[in-house]
């Protein structure tokens, strides 16, 4: 067990954590015999299966809440068959196979058989991790952006033991990191932000982004800091297997000393661990000790936005913060990290430096802006990202192609669908006008789609409009405005 008054934050970065525990530090807060229980116990529902599986997690949660310097040491026996069993159906079943070609149907046909053969290769540390297949997906940029599909029963095996220590970390990690955590969404993530700038004296904003993250974090660091909190070296070595599994493309297998493959089940875990240790606790305890004013916080994965009250501070902020991260093998993006004068007063004070308006800045997909509003007051507006909507519409004018002999019925159906996801997500707001010239994007792509299934074909606006309005929703805000949620999600 890790003593527990040790000084500083800085302290668990730099030194690498000792078990100085006469016995191992997991014993006294995991019982043997409802260990035992759980993981010998064969259940016949898979509600008892959930109840059992939540039962061993909670005690892990309890005591790391607990004891927030204690290694745990006994671990891998959470890993039941009754969680693996969970891990699979949370699976995607239309997911792309990895290297094996293994398919979520074709593991469900002899289900229990194929599970007890994992768990017990799992166990006896027979398991061994196969390569990620490397795929590329367009990003709104045009470049590429490389994700890594893992086989089938290595994301079997991720899942089980992310949701294990999941219950260890998410007492750890701090609150304003948002990237994939349960029960904290983007949307979340964004109003914790626009509350922030709106509700703070912040007068700057520095807008990071850490350059090729997930490919170019330390390996050795990751499992230093993974030791910090995970006793058990059975862990450690699936983590180690899968780090080491290496990368197929092309045929060519290629093993790296630093990243984490991006698509994988593991990877936002272990990304979110490392940058709780190489960020978060540093710049909280930055914020504490070295601000002379204000400073708020959000990170959501490898985008951080910081917001300070006096420039001075910005400016030492970014200076530690550059250095923080090549310590630890990172760099920030030259070209997409700056300082930017935005908040309540921005506009004023540049409008009487004759500096014109203030700057944006993106954030998860949106345009933040220094607006007004009808009252003629500060409102901080959003504004969908315009080449993250072009990037869409190209995407549904490809797949319209394809469907193009398809009834319109069974277009309108599928439109409808995407309309109404994209609104979903982009339905903020200040967003209102983005909405509808989605939206008429859309109509336009529709109607000369139309157009191409015959030479005759004279479909004017007027008979497209009445279609689109059969099928496709008309823009609206779902959202509410982000104090009014975060203040039910925050009573404090």
Known sequence: MMNGREKSDSAIVAKKPANNAGEPAAERVERRAGTKGNTGQSNTCRAQHRESVSHGLERVRQAARQRKKERFTALLHHVTIDLLREAFHALRRNAAPGVDGMTWRYFEAELEENLRRLHTQVQSGAYRALPVRRQYIPK??????????????????????????????????????????????????????????????????????????????????LIRFLEHRIGDQRIIRLVRKWLKAGVLEDGDLSVSETGTPQGSVASPLLANVYLHYAFDLWAQRWRRLEAKGNVIITRYADDIVVGFEHKADARRFWDAMRARLEKFGLALHPDKTRLLEFGRFAAVRRKRQGLGRPETFTFLGFIFICGRSLRGAFQLQRKSRGDRMRTKLRQIKGELRRRMHDPIPEQGTWLKQVVRGYFAYHAVPTNIRALGAFRHHVI?????????????????????????????????????WPEQRFAVKHPR
């Open 444 to 480: 336009g792509l529709w109607m000369r789609t139309l157009r191409r299934r015959s030479q005759k074909d004279r479909m004017s606006w007027t008979r497209m409009s009445q279609i689109a309005e059969s099928w496709l929703p008309r823009p609206r805000i779902l959202h509410p």
């Open 140 to 221: 709104p940029d045009g470049k590429q952006r490389p994700l890594g599909i893992a086989a089938l029963e290595d994301k079997i095996v991720q899942r089980a033991v992310v949701e294990v220590l999941n219950a260890i970390y998410e007492e750890d990690f701090i609150g304003f990191s948002y990237g994939f955590r349960r029960g904290r969404s983007q949307h979340d993530a964004m109003d914790a932000l626009s509350t922030a700038i709106t509700r703070t004296p912040v007068n700057w904003i520095l807008d990071a982004d850490i350059r090729n993250f997930f490919d170019g974090l330390s390996q050795e660091w």
